[in-house]
């Protein structure tokens, strides 16, 4: 009889994190500012201030957050986050976060930014949200423009 309930209770747990993409909406990640700080001659440290967004009715936290930064559809570096963050229900929080570029990848972009024109940015990746019943791995891709 115990071992009967321990599988039906596995079976309910797995039934509901399964359920999660119904009950879970999916957070929204806005880029609304981007800063450089020189790290060395050949590097810069730059600074993503993401705005994330949860819509849902329920405390989220951000567990993982891995992701990659492209500058006119060039690489110039990626990171992750190290340390868990957590975002309250249907609140935004803006989170920072870290990329180390060097400036022999930057290429084209580094032109656009010396002349003020607009530069376009894309950053993907994927992030691991968790709620009180499970965690859940969506990749997420957000693209815009920069103005200086």
């Known amino acids: 009889m115990k071992k009967q309930s321990l599988v039906s209770l596995f079976?309910?747990?797995?039934?509901?994190?399964s359920c999660l993409n119904w009950v879970m909406?999916?957070?929204s990640i806005v880029v609304s500012e981007i800063s450089l700080s020189p790290r060395s001659l050949t590097e810069v440290n730059?600074?993503?201030?993401?705005?994330?967004?949860?819509?849902?009715?329920?405390?989220?936290?951000?567990?993982?957050?891995?992701?990659?930064?492209?500058?006119?559809?060039?690489?110039?570096g990626s990171g992750h986050l190290e340390k868990e963050i957590m975002i309250p229900a249907s609140a935004t929080t803006r989170v920072q976060v870290p990329v180390i570029a060097r400036f022999k990848d930057w290429g084209k972009s580094l032109k656009t930014i010396v002349t003020g024109e607009k530069l376009p940015y894309k950053i993907e990746g994927k992030a691991v949200?968790?709620?009180?019943?499970?965690?859940?791995?969506?990749?997420?891709?957000?693209?815009?423009?920069?103005?200086?």
């Not at 079976?11 to 509901?16: E, Q, V």
């Not at 936290?61 to 930064?69: D, G, H, I, W």
């Not at 949200?129 to 200086?148: D, Q, R, T, Y």
């Open 129 to 148: 949200i968790k709620a009180a019943f499970g965690s859940h791995e969506f990749p997420f891709s957000k693209e815009g423009h920069i103005n200086h």
């Open 11 to 17: 079976a309910l747990s797995m039934l509901l994190v």
């Open 46 to 76: 730059l600074f993503l201030g993401l705005d994330v967004q949860n819509p849902n009715r329920f405390d989220l936290t951000l567990r993982s957050f891995e992701y990659t930064v492209y500058l006119n559809d060039e690489k110039i």
């Open 25 to 27: 909406e999916t957070p």
